[in-house]
């Protein structure tokens, strides 16, 4: 069966770092687009990046740009989420999103709070 997991949340200060990482088991990752949703509490899920299987057209949510890149290795099954300079406003549960024609599947979420 599917499996996509995430791993790599926590908590950091304002300006920190952090790397999240997905791998996806149970399908045939060079098909799929990966991508990284967030939700913060009381609003709705949004997309922060994508990348397509072979890497390219990569887009990235405005208010992310410049600061969080997305990437991943096809050999592993694994996407990342580099996200630099962090901001408090960053704070939401991150979601890996796997996509292919009509198949979807979702992991269960990462925690990431930015706080002093």
């Known amino acids: 069966q599917v499996q996509v997991v995430e791993s790599g949340g926590g908590l950091v200060q304002p300006g920190g770092s952090l790397r999240l990482s997905c791998v996806a088991s149970g399908l045939t990752f060079i098909r799929y687009t990966m991508a990284w949703y967030r939700q913060a509490p009381g609003k709705e899920r949004e997309l922060v990046a994508r990348?397509?299987?072979?890497?390219?057209?990569?887009r990235y949510a405005d208010s992310v740009k410049g600061r969080f890149s997305i990437s991943r290795v096809n050999a592993k099954n694994t996407v990342y989420l580099q996200m630099n300079s962090l901001k408090p406003e960053d704070t939401a549960v991150y979601y890996c999103n796997a996509s292919w024609t009509n198949f979807e599947f979702w992991g269960q979420g990462t925690q990431v709070t930015v706080s002093s």
């Open positions: 990348i397509l299987p072979t890497g390219g057209n990569i």
